[in-house]
């Protein structure tokens, strides 16, 4: 799956991205695309924190613009690639800053010729990063239909459960085939074993309820601890 988000309150630009992404991705990959086009304000911070999937982000840019919305979304989401749309008479001093400056930049007035010269190279880049570094920074999910990779940082837990494991993020869960000790030797660091049933992302953890045999989640999910495993966490949750 890839996930395109465009913010961009001109109708005809949306269009057109949109017509232009469909083709660079079936052209360069099998992957669906789910892709989701806005002209509201405020909903690049919206897509944020229901934590969306997106890997490419086009966003409108305009003069005078604060850049603290852009900036908040590149923290949470480091590897997205960002194409800017702007007018010309917006200074790239407004947009060239730490944490904000764009992968690419598309100038007004947007023609098919000059977003599909732009957009090609553009998605060159992301599905060069995306078929050689992605899937060390993500989890991979293999399903009959697709690949699905989820950031490490978006995933809450994984569960054992009906002879299949679930990786759950914020509104959804995977399913796939593998054994709980097996994938326990695969992830990062931060996935702590805390039941014979769950591994959990302890960067995620909010508290620990010790005496209920509860870990409370970000996001108001949780999971449960179970007592061969609560010394593991005691001595950083107590």
């Not at 229901?50 to 966003?59: A, I, P, R, T």
């Not at 010729?113 to 050689?132: C, I, T």
């Not at 992302?201 to 495993?229: A, W």
């Amino acid at each position: 799956m890839i996930g395109v988000l465009v913010c961009d309150r001109d109708e005809q630009e949306r269009t057109l991205i949109a017509r232009d992404c469909k083709n660079q991705v079936a052209k360069n990959s099998e992957e669906l695309l789910q892709l989701e086009g806005t002209a509201k304000e405020g909903a690049l911070t919206a897509a944020a924190e229901e934590e969306k999937q997106v890997d490419l982000l086009y966003y409108e840019f305009r003069k005078g613009q604060p850049v603290d919305e852009l900036r908040f979304f590149r923290r949470r989401y480091g590897n997205t690639l960002v194409m800017l749309i702007a007018d010309p008479t917006v200074s790239p001093l407004e947009y060239l800053r730490p944490g904000v400056a764009p992968d690419s930049l598309l100038l007004r007035p947007v023609t098919a010729g000059q977003l599909e010269g732009a957009n090609a190279e553009f998605m060159d880049s992301f599905f060069e990063r995306f078929q050689q570094g992605k899937t060390e920074s993500c989890f991979v999910v293999d399903t009959r239909e697709e690949k699905v990779f989820i950031p490490f940082s978006r995933i809450y837990y994984f569960e054992a459960r009906d002879k299949k494991l679930f990786v759950r993020i914020k509104n959804q869960e995977y399913a796939f085939y593998d054994t709980i000790e097996a994938l326990e030797k695969q992830l990062p660091d931060s996935f702590q074993r805390c039941h014979r049933s769950y591994i959990v992302n302890t960067s995620k953890i909010v508290r620990i309820r010790f005496g209920e045999n509860y870990i409370e989640l970000s996001d108001q999910i949780g999971v449960p601890v179970s007592r061969s495993y609560k010394p593991l966490f005691k001595g950083a949750w107590q």
